[in-house]
């Protein structure tokens, strides 16, 4: 993995971690909102712009983290290797759609100061729901990841993201459905946030600590044969096995 992309992607982890950290801060003090929405109306300032870019910037840094773990995840457990690809790949094109969805608004709103349509909301709510499913997919998908190379809090912390979702999910569909573009504010998605921010800070901090993983090139052949035991085992060809 290059140098500059593996610290441009933790620098990213770290921010993603504090950005949800503030979505939370603001979950406990009002609706929150994305960059170009606010109250269903469209911010057209510059600052919209820029964010737009930058979380669009930040999600790709941050699934060239996420694809290298699964890269590393591929000698021990190659199912959940392309299930995590899969997901970050398509937690990728959920945030390309979002910042798409949000850069329109921004272009129309240029041109006329109107509150967003029905239409435009359910797209921009459904582009929402899309990656928080994918991210927290992608999440458990690396959890034989973090549970062989990272600590057991953080191989715990994965299993919340999904249930979380699941739950604002029911809550939107039988519950009390939101109207605005983003899911209404309840203990589930305030919690959601807190577990993404802990997961990005934690997953930033390991990058840190384990950058040699990340840096050098992957060896399939140790990773296949470092916990092999020497009195039990056979040789197929090159690679070893356990009985």
Known sequence: MPKALFYVGTAFCLFLGLASAAGLTQQLRGP??????????????SAAAWAIVVALLAGMAVAAILLRMAALLAARNLFASFLALFCVGAAIVSVAAVALLQSRMLIAARHARAPLSEAVSELHFAAVMMLGYFLSMAFL???PYFRVQASRFLSALVFFPLPLYLLILIQEIFVSGSRAPLPAVTPASQVFFGAVALLFLA?????????HMFLEMTNLRELLESRIDEEKQRVIGRVAYDT
């Open 141 to 143: 998908a690396l959890r």
């Open 203 to 211: 997953i930033g901090l390991h990058c840190i600590r384990h950058r």
């Open 32 to 45: 929150v909102a994305f960059v170009a929405v606010h109250g269903g109306t469209v911010s057209t300032t």
